[in-house]
């Protein structure tokens, strides 16, 4: 089963890191994880992407466990903007399996 | 840069009609895909395309579906004979190739809805 495991939702305050964790339990060796998002009313966005090594861009940060079963997505200071629903693919290259994603709602 | 851009955003017909959904890729990107995503569902996978490459209709849900690229740039989905459960949001990637290292970027999307 090429489908990711994510908490339905988390809530965060403003301003505070936000870690959202995925387990990719299956993943095959060639397999990269990437994450996305999706605003309301908008198509996904990318956000990070990442093979075995932990990676950070202007976004986020990602965090690869050793035996690359699990992930997490690191928000380092959430914003009202942030609020969406973020979804953990593992990306075999011709497609995108999305699952149920989990949906972050941020606190003023 | 342009991102990907689908037309028409809303689309709006009949129970029976044909429809035709375009998607105008990033300039470079050799890799298209195409995706659906109903009513607070996650995206489902529909066709992919790589370059001069048959492309994977795997996703594809009925024979109603199909969709081509003509000159490795634009492509065009149609669904003929539409029904209700076709109503949803059609969402269209492009990436810089078709390998898993390389990000999908995303349309805004097409809202069809077949009354």
């Known amino acids: 089963d090429a489908k990711t495991t994510q908490p339905n939702s988390m809530e965060s305050n403003e301003e505070e890191p936000v870690h959202l964790p995925c387990n990719h339990s299956t993943i095959s060796g060639t397999d990269y994880i990437h994450w996305y998002r999706q605003l309301p009313s908008q198509g996904p966005e990318y956000v990070i992407h990442?093979?075995?090594s932990n990676v950070n861009n202007r976004m986020a940060s990602l965090a690869i466990a050793e035996d690359r079963k699990s992930s997490t997505l690191i928000l380092h200071r959430a914003t009202l903007r942030d609020a969406a629903v973020y979804y953990c693919?593992?990306?075999?290259?011709?497609?995108?399996?999305f699952g149920g994603g989990t949906r972050l709602m941020v606190k003023p | 840069g342009a991102g990907v851009s689908q037309s028409p955003s809303n689309k709006v017909t009949e129970k029976g009609k044909d429809v035709e959904l375009r998607c105008d890729p990033i300039s470079g990107h050799t890799a298209l895909y195409w995706y659906r995503q109903s009513l607070g569902q996650g995206l489902e996978f529909l066709i992919y395309f790589q370059g001069n490459s048959a492309p994977d209709k795997s996703g594809l849900p009925s024979d109603r579906f199909s969709a081509e690229r003509t000159g490795g740039s634009v492509s065009t989905l149609t669904i003929q004979r539409t029904q209700q459960e076709d109503s949803a949001v059609y969402l269209c990637?492009?990436?810089?190739?078709?390998?898993?290292?390389?990000?999908?970027?995303f349309g805004p999307g097409t809202r069809l809805t077949v009354t």
């Open positions: 990442g093979l075995t």
């Open positions: 990637a492009s990436s810089f190739t078709g390998t898993s290292s390389y990000e999908q970027y």
């Open positions: 693919i593992r990306n075999a290259g011709n497609m995108l399996t």
